[in-house]
DNA sequence: GATAGAAATGAGAATCTTGATCATCTGAGC
DNA sequence: GCTCAGATGATCAAGATTCTCATTTCTATC
């Protein structure tokens, strides 16, 4: 078990918060709402509540381990902090997500927000789509 | 009272849908919450629901008349729409919210998208930041 | 201008997501 | 193994938004 990025954070390891981590390192979807986190724990056997999986990931959140995104639906996803920013497209019909990192937009970013008078701390950029995915249910014919 | 614009979105002309409208289009606030709204209905006498409210919003959204943005934070602010599309930027110290459009990331977002196997439909971007507003708290000295 | 039917409204319940409470349990150090 | 700070789970609570349904208001028609 990989319980050193746990205790780098400070946090004392446990069971919740190792199969959580466990679930965000090796779920083939990126991005999980915590209620998808929580539904893996239950099919694994686990009784972890589900206060407990909110609690875990923003503590996680704080640590820098996840960030948490808003993408258009009323739940957060989280997604295990890889070192690199990136942004998302999601697709309308099918809602897969992909990433990308595009240094003209944030080079831009910074521009414009000095312009304004601004100090950019952060963004939130999201496009939104149609995909031509094999399985996507909106794939031109 | 400019109805015209409730008529051509073939919406029947009601007291809730013009005061809601007047209150976009008169106040000083761009961007506002539902409740910001309903406070200002009950401030100038009048007894409209926090209910209405609401539904005239996503009704007035359906229509094209407003947008719906969320700028970090619970709920979502609602604008006129006034023809051109903008994004924002939010100071994380005072809340001011400032509009820009810049070109160069709109374009650099649909090839991104094309790249990816997108045609991109609609995008979301707010950056964050500390703004030098004279009455900022964050204002530099 | 009165009338009728369709649509809209208001009050409050309901829902959904997330955070708070608190008694009980667990892990890290000794 | 023992201790206790910290973590958990069950439940409750809060905030935002939507839904329900009885009542009211537009709009069209006479
Ligand atoms: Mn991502
Ligand atoms: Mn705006
Ligand atoms: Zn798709
Ligand atoms: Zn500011």
């Not at 927000?113 to 950029?125: M, T």
Request: glycine share 8%; aromatic share 6%; with cysteine.
């Amino acid at each position: 078990m990989e319980t050193s990025n746990l205790k780098k954070a400070g946090l004392k390891v446990t069971l919740p918060r190792m199969k959580i981590l466990e679930i965000l390192e090796t779920s083939e979807t990126r991005h999980l709402t915590a209620e998808a986190i929580y539904r893996e724990l239950l099919d694994s056997g686990e009784e972890i509540g589900l206060a407990t999986v909110y609690r875990v990931l923003t503590q996680f959140e704080a640590a820098g381990l996840v960030c948490r995104l808003h993408l258009e639906g009323n739940q957060a996803v989280f997604e295990l902090e890889r070192g690199g920013h990136h942004d998302h497209i999601v697709c309308n019909q099918c809602g897969r997500v992909e990433e990308f990192f595009d240094e003209t937009i944030e080079r831009r970013q910074r521009e414009v927000a000095q312009h304004h008078g601004f100090a950019i701390k952060d963004h939130a950029l999201v496009l939104y789509g149609d995909c031509t995915d094999s399985v996507c249910p909106h794939r031109p014919v």
